[in-house]
């Protein structure tokens, strides 16, 4: 995001429009670059290109925070602006749930993960 | 994953997602915590940072640092693809037990945490233990066999660490696969099994 006079702009300080609160959005829940994302042209924040282009292959935000070397709470924000720009989706296994159990209450999700475990 | 389609991905279609999971490995300082992630995971451990100033207002001595800032606190995890629509990640809790602030972004929607203990410095595991007791997450007391603890011990250290009958205590070594996906497995009967109990 270059400012008209060139100058950098640090896109993850714009917060507006935000769906959900930054903290709220689970360390393991799942980031994919959707396909805006991919086809749009390298991002010219360092930071948030190596990101678009890490999650081709979906990446948890404590990933992207490891590989991208941010602390968790700068992965977060970037994340969150990234889906609020349509860039990455956030599949938060919380709220794919909302309404019905959490997934780590869930007796068919616990048997695919015991399953799972016991085929490793 | 309901419908998989490489050439689609739009932003629009929540039921490609997978699902991801996580657990959470307790325990105190050295005992072990990243070696037992580390043995079954997919990737390296990697490390992520949380800033003292993110959730400051849970960390119990704020007023020793100056100007709440500078501190950083580290976790390591793992992964484990456990099917094309399901990861499970694995996350060790910072070595030291002060930073409670960070366990609550940790443990918040965990299947359950292993509580890994080395018998020669038990009290190192009673910050771990009370925290998920109080929470009523689910654990299970994964004892790391540094000096070849034997399993009729274990009911001693129970006893020690006056941990109910119903909590799962297991032997293991934490640089075997085969011994922490048995701890896993462990855990995660654990927590169907309370589902079950209601
Ligand atoms: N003999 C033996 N050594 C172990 C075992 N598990 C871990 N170790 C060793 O103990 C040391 C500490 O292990 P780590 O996995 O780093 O412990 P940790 O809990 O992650 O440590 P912190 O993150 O610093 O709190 C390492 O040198 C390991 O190789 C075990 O089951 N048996
Ligand atoms: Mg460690």
Same mark, same amino acid.
């Given at each position: 995001?270059? $400012?008209?006079?060139?100058?950098?702009?640090? +896109?993850?300080?714009?917060? *507006?429009?935000?769906?959900? =609160?930054?903290?709220?959005?689970?360390?393991?829940?799942?980031?994919?670059?959707?396909?805006?994302?991919?086809?749009?042209?390298?991002? +010219?924040?360092?930071? *948030?290109?190596?990101? !678009?282009?890490l999650?081709?292959?979906?990446?948890?935000? $404590? &990933?992207?925070?490891?590989?991208?070397?941010?602390?968790?709470?700068?992965?977060?924000?970037?994340?969150?602006? !990234?889906?609020? &720009?349509?860039?990455?989706?956030?599949? #938060?296994p919380h709220?794919?749930?909302?309404?019905?159990?959490?997934?780590?209450?869930?007796?068919?999700?616990?048997?695919?993960?015991?399953?799972?475990?016991?085929?490793? | 994953?309901?419908? @998989?389609?490489?050439?689609?991905? #739009?932003?629009?279609?929540?039921?490609?997602?997978?699902?991801?999971?996580?657990?959470?490995v307790?325990?105190?300082?050295?005992?072990?915590?990243?070696? /037992?992630?580390?043995?079954?995971?997919?990737?390296?451990?990697?490390?992520?940072?949380?800033?003292?100033? &993110? $959730?400051?207002?849970?960390?119990?001595?704020?007023?020793?640092? =100056?100007?709440?800032?500078?501190?950083?606190?580290?976790?390591? /995890?793992? *992964?484990?693809?456990?099917?094309?629509?399901?990861?499970?990640?694995?996350?060790?809790?910072?070595?030291?037990?002060?930073?409670?602030?960070?366990?609550?972004?940790?443990t918040?929607?965990?299947?359950? $945490?292993?509580?890994?203990?080395?018998?020669?410095? !038990?009290?190192?595991?009673?910050?771990?233990?009370?925290?998920?007791?109080?929470?009523?997450? +689910?654990? @299970?007391?994964?004892?790391?066999?540094?000096?070849?603890?034997?399993?009729?011990?274990?009911?001693?250290?129970? #006893?020690?660490?006056?941990?109910? =009958?119903e909590?799962?205590?297991?032997?293991?070594?934490?640089?075997?696969?085969?011994?922490?996906?048995?701890? !896993?497995?462990?855990?995660? &009967?654990?927590?169907?099994?309370?589902i079950?109990?209601?």
């Open positions: 995001m270059a $400012a008209p006079d060139g100058r950098r702009v640090r +896109p993850y300080l714009a917060t *507006r429009g935000r769906t959900r =609160p930054v903290q709220d959005i689970a360390i393991e829940a799942l980031v994919s670059t959707t396909k805006d994302g991919r086809t749009r042209g390298a991002d +010219p924040e360092p930071e *948030r290109e190596r990101i !678009l282009r999650c081709h292959s979906p990446r948890s935000v $404590a &990933e992207v925070a490891a590989i991208v070397s941010t602390p968790l709470g700068v992965a977060r924000v970037l994340v969150a602006d !990234l889906e609020t &720009e349509g860039l990455v989706r956030v599949a #938060d709220a794919a749930f909302a309404g019905s159990t959490e997934p780590a209450r869930n007796l068919s999700v616990l048997e695919r993960v015991r399953d799972g475990l016991r085929r490793l | 994953m309901a419908f @998989v389609d490489s050439e689609v991905s #739009d932003g629009t279609q929540a039921d490609q997602d997978a699902l991801s999971v996580k657990i959470v307790a325990g105190g300082f050295g005992v072990g915590k990243t070696t /037992f992630v580390g043995a079954v995971s997919e990737i390296e451990p990697l490390r992520t940072e949380a800033l003292m100033t &993110e $959730a400051s207002t849970n960390v119990d001595d704020l007023s020793m640092l =100056p100007e709440k800032r500078t501190t950083t606190v580290a976790m390591d /995890f793992g *992964r484990i693809t456990l099917a094309d629509d399901l990861v499970l990640y694995l996350f060790g809790t910072p070595g030291q037990n002060r930073f409670w602030f960070m366990w609550d972004d940790i918040r929607g965990a299947i359950g $945490a292993v509580v890994l203990v080395d018998t020669r410095r !038990l009290a190192d595991c009673f910050g771990a233990i009370d925290y998920v007791e109080q929470r009523g997450i +689910p654990f @299970v007391v994964a004892l790391n066999a540094f000096n070849g603890i034997q399993e009729h011990d274990v009911e001693d250290v129970r #006893d020690a660490l006056q941990v109910g =009958p909590v799962p205590f297991v032997v293991t070594d934490a640089r075997e696969r085969e011994s922490v996906k048995v701890v !896993l497995v462990t855990l995660v &009967e654990h927590a169907m099994s309370l079950q109990q209601g």
